[in-house]
T-cell receptor, first 114, second 112 residues
């Protein structure tokens, strides 16, 4: 298995809703990432997990809450989002943090906040 | 803050032509990665270069890492319509955070 699987593929949520994005990989990778990508822009780093521990939080608002329940799973819990949070949310993994290992990205979750 | 500038931003060429995309920074990176992204999909890794001056070839694509590890280039020979897409360079930081920061991207259109 050489894939990162993200669910759901599309999500529409109201500003008062609570929802979660899910990411799964079975490649034995110990580093996992969340990126946000707005239209016509490059991906922007949000969170980094290394060996299931949060390593980097790029000053992301608290309405985004990451969770890494085990080495294969990464969740992003969403609460009280704003319309400007609408974007493609990408999950990625790499063998370990650093050392030049390339990232494997999922296909993303297209989030629309109404 | 580490910034990566890509040029050109847009490129529209005829099938069979050659092209070069540049990725420049004032920062030193521990590695430089190139990705290609299709609309509505995640980026797909093309190559990782880690040694200054390193050159890697992937069929018609040639990647080079600058000697000082601050810049990189992607050269495509005899471009084909299937090469159309968004090309992203990404630099991995030298500090212990190893953040992977993406360049602004180059949108390539290869016309038949």
């Amino acid at each position: 298995d050489t894939e990162v699987t993200q669910t759901p593929k599309h999500l529409v949520m109201g500003m008062t809703n609570k929802k979660s994005l899910k990411c799964e990989q079975h490649m034995g990778h110990r580093a996992m990432y969340w990126y946000k990508q707005k239209a016509k822009k490059p991906p922007e780093l949000m969170f980094v997990y290394s060996y299931e521990k949060l390593s980097i939080n790029e000053s992301v608002p608290s309405r985004f809450s990451p969770e890494c329940p085990n080495s294969s799973l990464l969740n992003l819990h969403l609460h009280a989002l704003q319309p400007e949070d609408s974007a493609l949310y990408l999950c990625a993994s790499s063998q370990v943090l650093g050392q030049g290992y390339g990232y494997t990205f999922g296909s993303g979750t297209r989030l629309t906040v109404v | 803050t580490q910034l990566l500038e890509q040029s050109p931003q847009f490129l529209s060429i005829q099938e069979g032509e050659n092209l070069t995309v540049y990725c420049n920074s004032s920062s030193v990176f521990s590695s430089l990665q190139w990705y290609r992204q299709e609309p509505g999909e995640g980026p797909v890794l093309l190559v990782t270069v880690v040694t200054g001056g390193e050159v890697k070839k992937l069929k018609r694509l040639t990647f080079q890492f600058g000697d000082a590890r601050k810049d990189s280039s992607l050269h495509i020979t005899a471009a084909q319509p299937g090469d159309t897409g968004l090309y992203l360079c990404a630099g991995e930081g030298m500090d212990s955070s190893y953040k992977l920061i993406f360049g602004s991207g180059t949108r390539l259109l290869v016309r038949p």
